[in-house]
């Protein structure tokens, strides 16, 4: 079966910071992987797809890339509305959600 | 604009039964492979179960393969999931989400997804 290991679970953050998350799959996944963004009390946002394809309405400063085993999804600017839980999906197999990242404040 | 709402959540005591229902609006129902997606109280996400758009093939989690049943209604745009033989690790907020493909394959994110309906499994 395969594994997703999101790193880190943790993340302390300013407005204005780079930020990246990385998906590692114990085993190759083509580009079949997701990001998503859940915020408290909500349900999750998809947010990349295909491992890079923006999806629509969801501003530029989110990005993902990778292929393969290694995945990352980069938030260039953090903005006040971005702090929130994101998790990967990988869909090469049986859908599978990685662990989660929590993103806060600073 | 597409919606989906889930109902059927509510306390069941271990070893009952409950039946979840998502009603979709804003696009073709039948066109799209939809989900159940849960997540656990404070915890992450779990896919439960997936359904063709035409009600023909379905795929489960191990966790909850043989207990659990998907199916939809395409006349009454409408998804559900019957939950059998529920167990205390069941409780979970659960989440019907649409596939963002109408290709039929299961490798699809979920474009859109319902405010979720709370399981609680307790005696």
């Known amino acids: 079966d395969i594994q997703l290991t999101q790193s880190p679970s943790f993340l302390s953050a300013s407005v204005g910071d780079r930020v990246t998350i990385t998906c590692r799959a114990s085993?190759?996944?083509?580009?079949?992987l997701a990001w998503y963004q859940q915020k408290p009390g909500e349900a999750p946002k998809l947010l990349i797809y295909?491992?890079?394809t923006l999806q629509s309405g969801v501003p530029s400063r989110f990005s993902g890339s990778g292929s393969g085993t290694e995945f990352t999804l980069t938030i260039s600017s953090l903005q006040p509305e971005d702090f929130a839980t994101y998790y990967c999906?990988?869909?090469?197999?049986?859908?599978?959600f990685g662990g989660g990242t929590k993103v806060e404040i600073k | 604009e597409v919606q989906l709402l889930e109902s059927g959540g509510g306390l069941v005591q271990p070893g009952g039964s409950l039946r979840l229902s998502c009603g979709a609006s804003?696009?073709?129902?039948?066109?799209?492979?939809m989900s159940w997606v849960r997540q656990a109280p404070g915890k992450g996400l779990e896919w439960v179960s997936t359904i063709s758009g035409s009600g023909g093939s379905t795929y489960y989690a191990d966790s909850v393969k043989g207990r659990f049943t998907i199916s939809r209604d395409n006349s009454k745009n409408t998804l559900y999931l019957q939950m059998t033989s529920l167990r205390a690790e069941d409780t979970a907020i659960y989440y019907c989400a649409k596939l963002l493909y109408n290709s039929g394959s299961l490798r699809s994110p979920y474009d859109y997804w319902g405010q979720g309906t709370l399981v609680t499994v307790s005696s």
């Open positions: 999906q990988q869909l090469n197999s049986y859908p599978l």
């Open positions: 085993q190759g996944i083509s580009s079949y």
């Open positions: 804003g696009f073709t129902f039948s066109s799209y492979a």
């Open positions: 295909a491992a890079s």
